[in-house]
C-alpha cells in the first residue's frame, strides 16, 4: 500500500485516508436532516398564520346595540318567527322588526331588565330604530327572495338561518375588515369546511341545495303516476315551474334571478 494510501500515527500504527470525494458525499449525507427541519417548521407556522392568526386579524369583532333575548320573545309571541318577521301585503319580507312593530308590546319596559330598559330608554322613547348588525346581510349586488323560498318552496328558517329561535343572547357580529360583509356568510371556517347548512350562506352553498332540490324533483318524476300528471302541467304551463328542467342557477337567466 502507497503512503499516499495511509496516515502514520504516533503510535507507529497508520490507518486509510478518506477520499476527498468520500468525504464530500458523507458531509452532504447530513445537510438532508436540517433541511427538512426547517421546511417542516415553516410549513407547520404557515398553516398557523393562515388559518388562526389571519382570520383573527381579517374579522372586526361589535357587540349589537342590545342584547335580544330570541327564546323569550318565541315562548311570549303567538305566531313564533312569523310575528315579527313576517312578510308584507305585496309579498316583500320584512326581515328585521322596525320600532314600530316592537314598540306594540315594548312602548313602556316590561320589567327590570338592563337591556329592555336601555332600548325603550334610549330608543323607544327618542323614536329612534335599532341600528342592528344583520349577520346575514348579503352583498348589494345580491338579491334573495324570502317569499320564493318560504312560500313556495315551503323551507323552514331554520334551514338557512340555524336555531336563532332558540338563543338567549345575542352572539357577537363579526365583520370583514376588507369587504364589511358578516363572517356569517363566509363562514367560521377559512377551508370552508360546513357540518350544518347555516354554516354559510355563500353562493356555492344555494347552488348546493338547488341541485340537491332538482335531483329530488328528477327523482319524482320517474315514479309513472306522477310523470303522467307532471308532463300534462308542462304542456299546459311551459312556463311554470315543472316546465323548468331543472333549478334556478341552470336556467338561461340565471345570472340575473339572484344579482341584479
Known amino acids: 500500500m502507497s503512503t499516499s494510501d495511509e496516515k502514520v500515527k504516533a503510535n507507529g500504527k497508520t490507518e486509510k485516508e478518506t477520499p476527498p470525494e468520500q468525504e464530500v458525499r458523507e458531509k452532504g449525507n447530513g445537510s438532508g436532516g436540517p433541511i427538512l427541519f426547517f421546511f417542516l417548521v415553516g410549513f407547520i407556522a404557515s398553516l398557523l398564520v393562515g388559518w388562526i392568526v389571519f382570520p383573527r386579524l381579517l374579522y372586526s369583532k361589535k357587540k349589537q346595540p342590545i342584547d335580544f333575548n330570541h327564546a323569550l320573545h318565541v315562548e311570549t309571541v303567538e305566531e313564533g318567527c312569523a310575528s315579527c318577521h313576517f312578510f308584507r301585503e305585496d309579498g316583500s319580507f320584512s326581515g328585521v322588526p322596525k320600532l314600530a312593530k316592537c314598540m306594540e308590546c315594548h312602548e313602556e319596559a316590561q320589567g327590570e331588565d338592563p337591556e329592555e330598559l336601555k332600548f325603550v330608554s ?41 336555531p336563532v329561535g332558540e338563543s338567549t343572547r345575542t352572539k357577537p ?55 303522467f300528471f307532471n308532463n300534462i302541467i308542462r304542456i299546459a304551463f311551459p312556463e311554470s315551474l315543472l316546465g323548468r328542467k331543472s333549478s334556478a342557477q341552470t336556467r338561461n337567466e340565471a345570472c340575473f334571478v339572484c344579482h341584479k
Not at 335599532?130 to 317569499?147: D, E, M, T
Not at 347552488?207 to 328528477?218: D, L, M, N, P, S
Open 122 to 162: 334610549e330608543y323607544v322613547e327618542k323614536g329612534r330604530e335599532v341600528p342592528w348588525l344583520i349577520y346575514s346581510r348579503q352583498p348589494n349586488c345580491v338579491f334573495f327572495s324570502h317569499a320564493a323560498h318560504v312560500r313556495l318552496a315551503g323551507m323552514d328558517c331554520v334551514t338557512c338561518h340555524g
Open 173 to 227: 357580529y363579526e365583520e370583514n375588515r376588507i369587504t364589511g360583509i358578516s363572517r356569517n356568510i363566509w363562514g367560521k371556517s377559512i377551508a370552508g369546511i360546513k357540518r350544518n347548512p347555516w354554516d354559510r350562506m355563500k353562493m356555492d352553498d344555494c347552488a348546493e341545495c338547488h341541485a340537491k332540490e332538482a335531483a329530488k324533483g328528477a327523482a319524482d318524476l320517474e315514479r309513472p303516476i306522477d310523470g
